[in-house]
């Protein structure tokens, strides 16, 4: 499965973005398709995640501010992400997880967004 991730860049505290991950397999037949993210010196954290069937989870931090959705169509994930922060600052990346007994993770290149105070 190959992951293009799209769509960060600069923006001011309080504006918004939207991230695309666009996958070479169906999304349908992709297990789970998250969001993470790594800010300078700190571990990679998980951010949203959507799964087959739609059902969703997020971070605390991401709740009420961020939203994972997914075009089944354009084999396409992304996340809108409102009221952006300074502490949201990192590198986004795409994963995919994919299969049954045995699963396969996916990681798509990174995607930097910068918010500025």
């Known amino acids: 499965v190959q992951l293009q991730a799209s769509g960060g860049g600069s923006v001011q505290a309080g504006g918004s973005l939207r991230l695309s991950c666009a996958t070479s397999r169906r999304v349908f037949d992709i297990n789970v398709m998250a969001w993470y993210r790594q800010a300078p010196g700190k571990q990679r954290e998980l951010v949203a995640a959507i799964t087959y069937d739609g059902s969703t989870n997020y971070a605390e931090s991401a709740k009420g501010r961020f939203t994972i959705s997914k075009d089944n169509t354009k084999n396409t994930v992304y996340l809108q992400m409102n009221s952006l922060a300074p502490e949201d600052t990192a590198v986004y990346y795409c994963?995919?997880?994919?299969?049954?007994?045995?699963?396969?993770?996916?990681w798509g290149q990174g995607t930097l967004v910068t918010v500025s105070s």
């Open positions: 994963n995919a997880i994919v299969g049954g007994i045995v699963k396969s993770t996916y």
